[in-house]
């Protein structure tokens, strides 16, 4: 196993995400508690000593599997991560109540390290509100020694990132992002990194298969790479263009099986970044991967046009987020943020927009049918 240093510590490079643990009859709320155990013991054998997990996973039942299935090891052995569930505005006045019931369905005295979780659009302004005080209170638990170190994690745009950093950063220690080859440009992932870099904060990996996307590619991609490093298999690539990316320190990853975990260790048992022009290749597969999206090139002469003021520019980048996701919460949760009168459903399809659009889009389809698949 890789490890990597933060504050003396040595910490696994690969960590065990408790978000997709296996389940029954394909239940989310019902984990299988003997497979899930027995990942974590297949884990702790082969050097894993990082393990995450958050209020909300598995609709609340992961906290409790995996401190229960951690609780047979020395504390020492392990570093256990959590989070404040700020996804939901209505958690915002309740940190110290779930704080304290997530240390006791943990059956732990103290985090190693703890999150404010998915700092976004939606929920930014809360977590700056001095009414509800939510990091002032976690900062009050670290120097009790209830949370050994603080960060945050982020799903929102750079913007609200540099928002949440001006207000706190001088206290948070790491912070966990989206970040894969595929998100790198389209996710504008290298900017975060850029960003982090800039305040002296490592990057925690959340989604380096981007929920299994990057687990199986089309098969003349897969052959450029295996071209490349014909040992290599096709998840190991987004591995190693992790290990490529200065400031990774821990990447997390949701397996759902044993099959996953031995797998992606046995990747982890070497560090081997990516040369100039396998980085080059990679990134190239990610453009193909993309091609099917609408090339707004943010020139805002849309915007001008539009009798509803919409911004159609921030839309189409939720457009294409949402169309090649096949649905998911980035989309619903940035437009949480927005006016309703703002939305997708606001256009009125008069096609002013496109007589602008240098990129010539249909941009009031993209509009109609971003609104279908909000929908349903």
């Not at 899930?36 to 958050?54: Q, W």
């Not at 997530?102 to 998915?118: A, I, M, P, R």
């Not at 609408?294 to 003021?309: D, I, R």
Request: net charge negative; aromatic share 10%.
């Amino acid at each position: 196993m890789i490890y990597r240093t933060f504050h003396n510590m040595k910490l696994s490079a690969l960590g065990m995400g408790a978000m997709r643990l296996p389940v029954i009859d394909g239940d989310d709320s019902r984990i299988d508690v003997p497979a899930a155990e027995a990942m974590v013991d297949y884990a702790m054998a082969h050097g894993v000593n990082y393990y995450d997990t958050a209020w909300g996973y598995h609709d609340g039942h992961s906290e409790t599997v995996l401190g229960k299935a951690l609780a047979k090891y020395p504390r020492e052995s392990f570093y256990l991560a959590t989070k404040f569930p700020g996804y939901d505005l209505a958690n915002m006045p309740k940190v110290k109540e779930i704080f304290e019931k997530q240390l006791e369905k943990c059956g732990v005295d103290h985090f190693d390290f703890y999150l404010c979780h998915n700092v976004c659009e939606m929920n930014i302004d809360a977590y700056l509100d001095p009414e509800y005080g939510v990091v002032p209170y976690l900062l009050e638990q670290k120097k009790a020694g209830r949370i050994r170190h603080l960060g945050f994690s982020a799903h929102g745009a750079v913007p609200v990132m540099e928002r949440f950093l001006d207000a706190w950063g001088q206290y948070m220690e790491f912070c966990q992002i989206q970040l894969n080859y595929l998100d790198w440009t389209f996710q504008d992932a290298k900017a975060k990194v850029e960003l982090l870099s800039r305040w002296g904060l490592p990057v925690w990996v959340m989604e380096p298969l981007r929920g299994g996307r990057l687990a199986k590619l089309p098969q003349d991609s897969a052959e450029k790479l295996r071209a490349l490093r014909p040992e290599e298999t096709v998840p190991a690539w987004a591995f190693r263009f992790l290990q490529s990316v200065p400031g990774v320190t821990v990447i997390l990853s949701g397996m759902s099986s044993a099959e996953q975990m031995e797998a992606n260790i046995r990747t982890f048992e070497t560090d081997a970044p990516l040369d100039e022009k396998e980085m080059e290749t990679l990134l190239a597969v990610a453009d193909d991967m993309l091609g099917g999206r609408l090339p707004c090139t943010a020139c805002h002469y849309c915007v001008s046009h539009c009798p509803k003021g919409l911004d159609i520019p921030m839309l189409l980048e939720l457009y294409n987020e949402h169309s090649f996701t096949g649905g998911g919460f980035i989309a619903p949760m940035a437009l949480m943020a927005v006016p309703e009168e703002k939305h997708p459903t606001a256009c009125v399809g008069c096609r002013s927009c496109e007589k602008v659009c240098p990129q010539q889009i249909r941009i009031s389809d993209a509009m109609s049918d971003f609104a279908a698949r909000l929908n349903g």
